[in-house]
């Protein structure tokens, strides 16, 4: 699998970015309920925490067409991992609506 993504990376992460974007889009305007619960930094994680981690994946797959370094890209794609890590924190922590 590596080495065909490899030799289409050019197709891969055009097409990755773009699905990545369009998920990113649909996560601005689709928040958790528990949004309304939430204050200060909770509040901005919920608002905005799903959809940042879809933009970095986006970055990391087009640095993946670019041919960005690979630490890079694979730091982007850490970094979506840890604000998704931060964000089911988050959610957790305020709680199902009553």
């Known amino acids: 699998?590596?080495?065909?993504?490899l030799a289409h990376r050019t197709s891969v992460g055009w097409i990755g970015a773009g699905i990545a974007l369009a998920v990113a889009v649909v996560y601005f305007f689709i928040v958790p309920a528990e949004t309304a619960r939430a204050?200060?930094?909770?509040?901005?994680?919920l608002r905005f925490g799903h959809s940042?981690?879809?933009?970095?994946?986006?970055?990391?797959?087009?640095g993946f067409a670019l041919r960005w370094r690979e630490k890079l890209v694979g730091g982007l794609a850490w970094s979506a991992l840890?604000?998704?890590?931060?964000?089911?924190?988050?959610?957790?922590v305020v709680g199902p609506l009553s």
């Open 1 to 5: 699998m590596k080495k065909w993504m």
């Open 39 to 45: 204050e200060g930094i909770g509040w901005v994680i």
């Open 52 to 62: 940042l981690v879809w933009v970095l994946l986006a970055l990391a797959g087009a």
């Open 82 to 92: 840890g604000v998704y890590a931060a964000f089911l924190v988050t959610l957790l």
